[in-house]
Each structure stands twice: as structure tokens, then as C-alpha cells.
């Protein structure tokens, strides 16, 4: 049995399960997801019907992406990545807990504001910022939490990707993190996995 990845090209969380496969040089076999016509098989394996899944060459059923991206990582630990000493897991956690929390909630509403009561969209470029702001300063270099990348990086990415795309001209006060989605964006991995393709394919 092959790994399969149920996916969605423009999804934040598939765009980061891929990336973690990719740089993994993990193979798979990509199935895009209808969401007006979800597969029978994503039903069966995962009954919340949400993208990405990862079903791995053993069998084992990951539906969370950051599960993947874990999953992953102990595979193979990429060129250029480097594992977290505790210091930088603890300030990682604190990263995820402000993107779950305030980043991504005020994401959704800047970008789909019929969706949700009462939306001040001043109000959720402030969050947004203030997320911005903070992790602009705490930059260590390469990546988001130290001088090299780490599983932090591929988590917040395909955010920040999100939000450049809602709002361009956000990132301009915010130089080191602009520079570091541009050479993401630029990379092979993102310009792989971000390849229009209507047909499954298997990454390598």
C-alpha cells in the first residue's frame, strides 16, 4: 500500500502536510478533495470529512496536520532544519497557541467577513498585527524560532501565505517575515506542491 494524501490545493493545512512530505522525500499519492462530493473513503477513515489526511504505507490514519507534519519530520529531519531544544519548543507552543487562538480566528473573518456577525475589519487587521509584530521581533534568523527551520516553520506558513494573499500589502511593515515567506514561497518544495495538477500524483 502506497501513502495516500487527501488534500485540497489552496488549503493552509494541506499546503503544510505536503510541505512536510515533500522536504521528507516522502512519497505519496495525492487524492484532491471535492468538498461537494467527499470521497466514500475519507468518510470511512476520517468522518469529519476535513483535509489533510494522511494514510501511510502501514495503514495508520493521520487527520490532523500538524500530526503529519510531526509524522514527517521523524521520518527524515530535512536539509536546513533543526530539532528544538526545550527553550524553543516552549516558545514555539506559545507561537501556536497565539496562531489558534487570535491569528487564524481573525483570519477567517478578515477574509470571509459574510461568514461571521458583526465584523470589524479594523478590528481583526489589530490581531492580526499584534501576532505579526510579535513574531517579527522574536525572529532568530533563518526561521521563526531559531537560525535554521523547524516544525514551526511549515505550521505557520501557509498562514502567513494565506493572509499576504487577503491583504498584500500586510507584510510590508514586517520585513524579516516578508523575506522569509518569499524564499519559501520561492523554494522547490512550495513550487512543487503548489503545481496545478487535476490528476493524483505521487511527490518524491
Given amino acids: 500500500m502506497n501513502n495516500q494524501l487527501f488534500t485540497f490545493r489552496r488549503c493552509p493545512y494541506a499546503i503544510r502536510a505536503r510541505v512536510a512530505l515533500c522536504l521528507a522525500g516522502i512519497d505519496y499519492e495525492a487524492i484532491e478533495v471535492d468538498f461537494k462530493n467527499k470521497p466514500a473513503r475519507l468518510l470511512e477513515i476520517s468522518p469529519k470529512g476535513t483535509v489533510p489526511v494522511l494514510v501511510t504505507n502501514s495503514g495508520s490514519v493521520l487527520d490532523e496536520s500538524l500530526h503529519i507534519i510531526e509524522y514527517a ?27 489558534d487562538t487570535q491569528f487564524i480566528p481573525a483570519l477567517n473573518r478578515l477574509k470571509y467577513p459574510n461568514r461571521y456577525e ?15 509584530q510579535k513574531w ?27 493572509l499576504s ?4 500589502e500586510v507584510l510590508k511593515a514586517y520585513p524579516q517575515i516578508s523575506q522569509w515567506l518569499d524564499e519559501w514561497l520561492g523554494s522547490d518544495c512550495m513550487i512543487e506542491v503548489m503545481a496545478k495538477n487535476n490528476d493524483n500524483i505521487k511527490n518524491s
Fill in 73 to 99: 519530520l521523524s521520518q527524515k529531519l530535512p536539509e536546513g532544519f533543526i530539532n528544538v531544544s526545550t527553550a524553543q519548543y516552549e516558545l514555539g507552543a506559545l507561537i501556536l497557541a497565539d496562531l
Fill in 118 to 132: 458583526d465584523v470589524v475589519i479594523a478590528d481583526e487587521q489589530k490581531i492580526l498585527n499584534s501576532c505579526l
Fill in 136 to 162: 517579527e521581533l522574536g525572529f532568530k534568523g533563518k526561521g521563526v524560532i531559531a537560525d535554521a527551520y523547524t516544525y514551526y516553520d511549515i505550521a505557520v506558513m501557509p498562514l502567513i501565505r494565506q
Fill in 165 to 168: 494573499k487577503t491583504d498584500t
